[in-house]
């Protein structure tokens, strides 16, 4: 495991607040913040794929940085998704992140076009160049077509601003490759693997299922760091029914977690076409699930639909 992680360990996939008409929900945004936080989370994520940045504005962006900045303080770490197939944008994206307040950045790699391995290079050099703030690089090749290689992941370690990784590429032999030989902190972005990639070396997770249960897939790790491997075994696979219908269920992960958000009375609102919310059917089978998890009460009903 990475000493000292540069984002902390628990890093939690938030979603993206809107009110009953769609509407960015700042106000919502900082109450969840603050609450996630307050469970457990050392660090949000914000507009990631589970914070719907593909139907966000880019001022919507950086209001929500600054929101969530505001609301956490120093108490947590802010990284900001900034990631597009345009070089250029994304690095407007970045400075925009920064001026706002962001703590680091999550930059995916470009998607669609399918670069090859010197222009994914050259595209995350030039976001790197372009802000004083640290990078997570987001690997997730089964979305954007092409992955980093680890050769490509060593060059770019020499970076100074390139510190950590997302890495959502199911490949533990590759990433461990890269954990041996160079400094960056990665970070299990599937949450089947948090416990397996901390154990080769891995700084932690940014999870979806943070939103929801961020204690719980903390307390794998703790029991993990206090040599007790039993336990966060244990501790872990008491996690993945939720885990499983959460983000293998056939429903997105925003979905799921803006289902079970609402359900439980925490911010949250409706998703943003093309996404659909989840039925009744299926949040009852969220609830069921996290109930199990957290041994916590099922809401109230008039709390329990969105």
């Known amino acids: 495991m990475t000493s000292s992680p540069p984002f902390g360990r628990a890093l939690c996939a938030m979603v993206t607040p809107f009110d009953h008409d769609g509407v960015l929900d700042l106000d919502g945004a900082q109450k969840l913040a603050a609450h996630l936080v307050d469970s457990g989370c050392d660090g949000l994520v ?7 940045s593909p139907t966000t504005s880019d001022d919507e962006k950086a209001a929500l940085v600054r929101a969530v900045a505001q609301a956490v303080g120093d108490r947590a770490a802010v990284v900001a998704g900034v990631g597009t197939a345009d070089t250029r944008h994304t690095v407007e994206l970045a400075r925009t992140a920064e001026a706002a307040g962001a703590d680091g950045l999550l930059v995916v790699t470009p998607y669609y076009s399918r670069p090859p391995q010197a222009a994914v290079e050259a595209h995350f050099r030039r976001v790197a160049d372009a802000v004083g703030i640290p990078l997570m690089l987001y690997d997730i090749p089964v979305r954007t077509g092409t992955r980093i ?8 370690a020499e970076h100074p601003r390139v510190v950590a990784v997302k890495d959502c590429a199911y490949d533990l032999l590759a990433s461990s490759k890269v954990i041996a030989r160079s400094g960056l902190a990665y970070y299990s972005g599937c949450e089947e693997l948090n ?9 932690g ?12 897939l903390r307390a794998a790790l703790d029991a993990h760091d206090a040599g007790d491997n039993a336990r966060a075994t244990r501790l872990n696979q008491l996690t993945l029914p939720l885990a499983e219908l959460m983000m293998a269920s056939g429903l997105p992960g925003t979905v799921t977690a803006k289902a079970l958000l609402g359900a439980l009375g925490l911010p949250g609102g409706p998703v943003r076409e093309p996404l659909q919310p989840a039925g009744r059917e299926a949040t009852d089978g969220l609830l069921l699930a996290y109930t199990e998890l957290t041994g916590g009460q099922l809401p109230a009903p008039s709390q329990s639909r969105t």
Do not use: C, H, I, K
Request: net charge negative.
């Open 195 to 203: 416990l397996p990639l901390y154990a080769v070396g891995g700084a």
């Open 205 to 216: 997770f940014v999870s979806t299922v943070a939103n929801v249960a961020p204690a719980q």
């Open 149 to 156: 290689e680890a050769d490509t992941m060593l060059r770019l």
């Open 46 to 52: 914000l507009s990631g794929t589970t914070g719907e």
